[in-house]
């Protein structure tokens, strides 16, 4: 049982946007601390995707956005592609522990 | 670009010490800005955050695996290593490193922007 909660599953068409939900409580995001997200290809190990709830790093396509509001977080991804197909996690803190969601996975139809 | 590899055995028996290594490349351990931890996942399971050492050698664990857990840090080989007693069959897992990096936007917390490649530990006799 993870202390953020993510939806098992989401699926979407080509081009679609689509919205992936992490939950916490006010232990953990809703402490104010930030929602960090990662995206893990099939085989492969996990890739940082967005910092401090809303961030990009250098090389991730605007496509990705991530948001914050109350005890929890999303994170959207716009023109869905085939290649969107994987794993996606977030990662906040909780009473100073790194906390994962159970992670969300993606298929593109 | 800052690269990490783990190595180790990838079998381990039961009630022995699993113990890996990661190597980083590409940037210096002791740069002073970053913790340098290790994280779990169990096959087809979500990921489980063991711990982190800073350069100085100062660490902090997850509490459920704090009585089994060490990791130390060796700057002149630009490496780090986990040690984890006792192991069960529910430490099968993929075992990556990573680089921590703190983050102070609302409150402080931290994410993770460079990882190994991973590499899978099973414990059986």
């Known amino acids: 049982q993870s202390v953020l909660t993510q939806p098992p599953s989401v699926s979407g068409a080509p081009g679609q946007t689509i919205t992936i939900s992490c939950t916490g409580s006010?232990?953990?995001?809703?402490?104010?601390?930030?929602v960090h997200w990662y995206q893990q290809l099939p085989g492969t190990a996990p890739k940082f995707l967005i910092y401090?709830?809303?961030n990009r790093p250098s090389g991730v396509p605007d496509r990705f956005s991530g948001s914050k509001s109350g005890t929890s977080a999303s994170l959207a991804i716009t023109g869905l592609q085939a290649e969107d197909e994987a794993d996606y996690y977030c990662?906040?803190?909780?009473?100073?522990?790194?906390?994962f969601g159970g992670g969300t996975k993606l298929t593109v139809l | 670009q800052v690269q990490l590899q783990e190595s180790g055995p990838g079998l381990v028996k039961p009630s022995q010490t699993l113990s890996l290594t990661c190597t980083v490349s590409g940037g210096s351990i002791s740069s002073g800005n970053y913790y340098w931890s290790w994280i779990r996942q169990h096959p087809g399971k979500g990921l489980e955050w063991i711990g982190y050492i800073y350069d100085s050698g100062s660490t902090y664990y997850n509490p459920s695996l704090k009585s089994r857990v060490t990791i130390s840090i060796d700057t002149s080989k630009n490496q780090f290593s986990l040690k984890l007693s006792s192991v069960t069959a529910a430490d099968t897992a993929v075992y990556y490193c990573?680089?921590?990096?703190?983050?102070?936007?609302?409150?402080?917390?931290?994410?993770?922007?460079?990882w190994g490649q991973g590499t899978l530990v099973t414990v059986s006799s």
């Open positions: 006010s232990s953990n995001i809703g402490a104010g601390y930030d």
């Open positions: 401090g709830n809303s």
């Open positions: 990573a680089r921590e990096v703190e983050y102070c936007g609302g409150d402080c917390s931290s994410y993770f922007d460079y």
């Open positions: 990662q906040s803190y909780d009473s100073s522990l790194t906390v």
